[in-house]
């Protein structure tokens, strides 16, 4: 996996995480600069063939099994900047929303790093991580 901007979040354990994001690849055809230049273009759902979900604790063990989301349900062809994209919209807008699973995080782990990656249709991949900090509840 090519080093890539990493994401901050933070989620309570055994929580869903609803996570908002920008994805984006060097270029491929006709594609839409990102609003920051140095991220490159931003996908859209005809540039991918596929999407998969992983997630990892700190020491690189997966958890559970890995997610393959519809690319329709998760990628969005133009940005998008409402309120609910919180810090993405004030920064131009994004175009992924996952919603990754409770099971992701409910973990005695400090920190998961969830993993989206889409392959291309030119065979190539395009990754969007995020380190998320998992909130521990009190008993």
Do not use: C
């Not at 690319?71 to 133009?78: E, G, L």
């Amino acid at each position: 996996m090519p080093p890539e901007p990493v994401f901050k979040m933070r989620v309570t354990r055994g929580s869903p995480l609803d996570m908002f994001g920008r994805m984006t690849a060097a270029a491929t055809h006709d594609m839409t600069p990102s609003p920051n230049p140095s991220e490159g273009y931003l996908l859209k759902q005809e540039d991918i063939d596929s999407i998969s979900v992983s997630a990892y604790v700190d020491d690189g063990v997966q958890i559970g099994s890995t997610q393959t989301p519809d690319v329709a349900s998760v990628i969005y062809d133009t940005l998008q900047a409402s309120a609910i994209w919180g810090s993405v919209a004030s920064s131009g807008g994004g175009n992924i929303r996952y919603q990754a699973p409770a099971s992701f995080f409910d973990t005695d782990n400090q920190t998961v790093r969830v993993v989206v990656r889409a392959t291309l249709t030119d065979t190539s991949y395009a990754y969007w991580l995020s380190d998320v900090a998992v909130q521990q509840t009190t008993k």
